[in-house]
């Protein structure tokens, strides 16, 4: 072959080699784009996991009903504090995003500067009402919602920001704006029970009304006498810490609800009285002994004589607390346990959630003089169980399990009083209690994110000397460089 020939053949081969590679890479960097687009793992790296959602979020978002439209007015101004705001939603609403894209709507997200785009501050004006900077719109269909700098951020007396809750808030105005209807929450009264305006410590309930309110629960009063049946709005009826007994109209008004309205009812019953909802209890196998719940061990006992609960049985309450190793903050406690299926009801599954220490036990004598001492035989050893759920499925006439009433007993009354309501244990105890009744195992509670604050305190010479100390290590090197660059040249 001419040399001539074979000089062509071997430029042709060699063209044809890098066209090949370059198609390869090409394609290689198409594939890993691909998989980086659609199977990708996301980790917030933040100190404290700032934009990090939680189970109840992504749980939320994976079953929105409608596409949401989030629009952000922070300006970012410094002087305000609304900076570190508007870089916290950033990356917060970042992950709304990418979690909404696993289910069948999306968030779409806007930042708008009103100062700046005054078309689009115009069009938001006539149409949402929204007109003032710092405010975030959530909307979606015919339903909107405004949060204030006051709904995302807790701050401290100097108005310094001690803890971000945007995602609690924007959660709870997502499911809002999404939600087909409110569920209402009835709290009996008329028994001494505790009330929801309260804020008291020990009797007020002042926390519990604020935590179900930001999730979108109506909550109204109950007063059993003076209706004749519980009201078929109610989604859940809640009868916290009464010192009254209850009337067997009463007692009747709720066995109805619980069973020919499928209703959900939660009980909080201390110790040392009797509440007349013996027989209610008794029909969904749960047994409530007159008995004092009575802690030896130092490593369970607190202050103001409260106890810690680590021990839980297996159910979707409970499963947060198994998983996140999350304590409850107990007080005065009798027992609260399952007793059985009433006789020949196949249909109901009763579950203790929750139970004292193994060096507890139930005092059956707590009202005699002297102290206390164990007597076997007679109490009840630990772990003692402090809280059950019973639930009733109905059989339908084609063989279909339809789920019927649900009821929780929890043998303290004061259990979700405002001043255990600061541990998280007892926060998410009470939102998944509600979340099972209603149906929605998947949701967790969300806790506000804190925020730290970092200050470095020098004196002038300190600041000096500190400013040397980073200027010696570049500036040594640049001499260095210099010195390098002179002598080649000569």
Same mark, same amino acid.
């Given at each position: 072959?001419?040399?001539?020939?074979?000089?062509?053949?071997?430029?042709?081969?060699?063209?044809?080699?890098?066209?090949?590679?370059?198609?390869?890479?090409?394609?290689?960097?198409?594939?890993?784009?691909?998989?980086?687009?659609?199977?990708?793992?996301?980790?917030?790296?933040?100190?404290?996991?700032?934009?990090?959602?939680?189970?109840?979020?992504?749980?939320?978002?994976?079953?929105?009903?409608?596409?949401?439209?989030?629009?952000?007015?922070?300006?970012?101004?410094?002087?305000?504090?609304?900076?570190?705001?508007?870089?916290?939603?950033?990356?917060?609403?970042?992950?709304?995003?990418?979690?909404?894209?696993?289910?069948?709507?999306?968030?779409?997200?806007?930042?708008?500067?009103?100062?700046?785009?005054?078309?689009?501050?115009?069009?938001?004006?006539? @149409?949402?009402?929204?007109?003032?900077?710092?405010?975030? *719109?959530?909307?979606?269909?015919? +339903?909107?919602?405004? #949060? %204030?700098? !006051?709904?995302?951020?807790?701050?401290?007396?100097?108005?310094?920001?001690?803890?971000?809750?945007?995602?609690?808030?924007?959660?709870?105005?997502?499911?809002?704006?999404?939600?087909?209807?409110?569920?209402?929450?009835?709290?009996?009264?008329?028994?001494?029970?505790?009330?929801?305006?309260?804020?008291?410590?020990?009797?007020?309930?002042?926390?519990?009304?604020?935590?179900?309110?930001?999730?979108?629960?109506?909550?109204?009063?109950?007063?059993?006498?003076?209706?004749?049946?519980?009201?078929?709005?109610?989604?859940?009826?809640?009868?916290?810490?009464?010192?009254?007994?209850?009337? @067997?109209?009463?007692?009747?008004?709720?066995?109805?609800? *619980?069973?020919?309205?499928?209703? +959900?009812?939660?009980? #909080? %019953?201390? !110790?040392?009285?009797?509440?007349?909802?013996?027989?209610?209890?008794?029909?969904?196998?749960?047994?409530?002994?007159?008995?004092?719940?009575?802690?030896?061990?130092?490593?369970?006992?607190?202050?103001?004589?409260?106890?810690?609960?680590?021990?839980?049985?297996?159910?979707?309450?409970?499963?947060?607390?198994?998983?996140?190793?999350?304590?409850?903050?107990?007080?005065?406690?009798?027992?609260?346990?399952?007793?059985?299926?009433?006789?020949?009801?196949?249909?109901?599954?009763?579950?203790?959630?929750?139970?004292?220490?193994?060096?507890?036990?139930?005092?059956?004598?707590?009202?005699?003089?002297?102290?206390?001492?164990?007597?076997?035989?007679?109490?009840?050893?630990?772990?003692?169980?402090?809280?059950?759920?019973?639930?009733?499925?109905?059989?339908?006439?084609?063989?279909?399990?339809?789920?019927?009433?649900?009821?929780?007993?929890?043998?303290?009354?004061?259990?979700?009083?405002?001043?255990?309501?600061?541990?998280?244990?007892?926060?998410?105890?009470?939102?998944?209690?509600?979340?099972?009744?209603?149906?929605?195992?998947?949701?967790?509670?969300?806790?506000?994110?804190?925020?730290?604050?970092?200050?470095?305190?020098?004196?002038?010479?300190?600041?000096?000397?500190?400013?040397?100390?980073?200027?010696?290590?570049?500036?040594?090197?640049?001499?260095?460089?210099?010195?390098?660059?002179?002598?080649?040249?000569?």
């Amino acid at each position: 072959m001419p040399a001539l020939d074979q000089f062509r053949l071997n430029n042709l081969g060699r063209r044809t080699n890098r066209l090949i590679q370059t198609v390869l890479l090409l394609t290689l960097l198409a594939s890993v784009n691909y998989l980086a687009m659609h199977h990708y793992y996301r980790q917030d790296l933040s100190q404290q996991h700032l934009y990090a959602l939680s189970p109840e979020t992504r749980a939320y978002l994976r079953e929105l009903e409608n596409p949401v439209q989030v629009i952000v007015t922070f300006t970012g101004n410094a002087e305000t504090g609304s900076d570190r705001i508007k870089t916290y939603l950033e990356g917060l609403l970042r992950e709304y995003q990418e979690a909404a894209r696993l289910g069948p709507n999306d968030v779409e997200v806007e930042f708008v500067n009103i100062f700046q785009d005054l078309g689009r501050a115009e069009e938001l004006r006539q @149409r949402y009402g929204l007109q003032q900077p710092d405010a975030i *719109l959530v909307a979606s269909d015919q +339903r909107q919602r405004i #949060l %204030l700098p !006051p709904d995302l951020v807790e701050f401290d007396r100097e108005e310094n920001p001690t803890a971000f809750k945007g995602e609690q808030a924007l959660t709870s105005a997502i499911l809002e704006v999404t939600a087909p209807r409110q569920p209402t929450i009835y709290f009996t009264s008329g028994h001494d029970e505790m009330q929801l305006d309260d804020v008291s410590p020990s009797r007020g309930l002042s926390v519990v009304s604020g935590a179900l309110r930001e999730r979108n629960f109506a909550l109204s009063p109950l007063d059993l006498t003076q209706v004749e049946k519980v009201p078929d709005t109610a989604d859940v009826v809640i009868v916290a810490g009464p010192r009254g007994p209850f009337s @067997r109209a009463e007692q009747e008004k709720l066995r109805r609800y *619980l069973d020919d309205q499928a209703g +959900r009812v939660i009980l #909080l %019953l201390g !110790p040392g009285r009797e509440y007349g909802l013996d027989e209610l209890m008794a029909n969904w196998g749960v047994r409530l002994d007159d008995m004092l719940v009575l802690e030896e061990s130092r490593d369970f006992l607190v202050d103001s004589g409260s106890y810690l609960v680590r021990q839980f049985g297996e159910h979707p309450i409970t499963e947060f607390h198994i998983k996140n190793e999350v304590y409850v903050v107990g007080g005065l406690s009798r027992p609260a346990r399952a007793s059985g299926q009433p006789l020949g009801d196949e249909r109901l599954t009763v579950t203790n959630l929750m139970a004292s220490s193994a060096t507890s036990w139930g005092e059956r004598a707590y009202r005699a003089p002297g102290p206390p001492r164990y007597n076997e035989g007679v109490d009840l050893p630990g772990p003692v169980p402090l809280a059950v759920a019973a639930e009733r499925r109905t059989s339908s006439q084609l063989q279909i399990n339809i789920p019927g009433g649900r009821l929780v007993v929890f043998g303290c009354g004061e259990l979700f009083a405002n001043q255990r309501m600061s541990a998280p244990g007892n926060q998410a105890l009470l939102l998944q209690t509600i979340n099972w009744l209603l149906n929605r195992d998947q949701f967790l509670a969300i806790p506000p994110r804190p925020v730290d604050s970092y200050r470095l305190t020098a004196s002038r010479g300190e600041l000096k000397e500190l400013a040397l100390y980073f200027l010696l290590v570049p500036g040594t090197v640049g001499l260095v460089g210099f010195i390098f660059y002179w002598l080649r040249r000569i």
